[in-house]
């Protein structure tokens, strides 16, 4: 069975950092791009990040540039987000998912593998 299991969400201050993870098993990732989504409450989800298949290609969205950080470990099957300088507005539930493709795409509906989701508070 394949999963995706998030960690390193938690309640940190504005201005503060968090470093979620994101690890998959039951197959390899390796050849597929991956990316974070967020769901505030009330809210759609929304396109964090992506990283491509071999760390090649990175985009943010334009609310998280310059702050948060996706990169990837192949032989450990594992992405991450650091996400530095938080803001309020960055409370949500963040979701890893698995693309389609090598090179991935800003859409939720090009990811067919997504893992629970980890929540992130941040206090103002």
């Known amino acids: 069975q394949v999963q995706l299991v998030e960690s390193g969400g938690g309640l940190v201050q504005a201005g503060g950092s968090l470093r979620l993870s994101c690890t998959a098993s039951g197959r390899t990732f390796s050849r597929n791009a991956m990316g974070w989504f967020r769901q505030a409450p009330g809210k759609e989800r929304e396109f964090v990040a992506r990283i491509s298949w071999s760390s090649s290609t990175t985009y943010y969205a334009d609310s998280v540039k310059g702050r948060f950080i996706i990169s990837r470990d192949n032989a450990k099957n594992t992405v991450y987000l650091q996400m530095n300088s938080l803001k309020p507005e960055d409370t949500a539930v963040y979701y890893c998912?698995?693309?389609?493709?090598?090179?991935?795409?800003?859409?939720?509906?090009?990811?067919?593998?997504w893992g629970q989701g980890t929540q992130v508070t941040v206090s103002s």
């Open positions: 998912a698995a693309g389609r493709t090598g090179y991935g795409s800003a859409s939720f509906t090009e990811y067919d593998h």
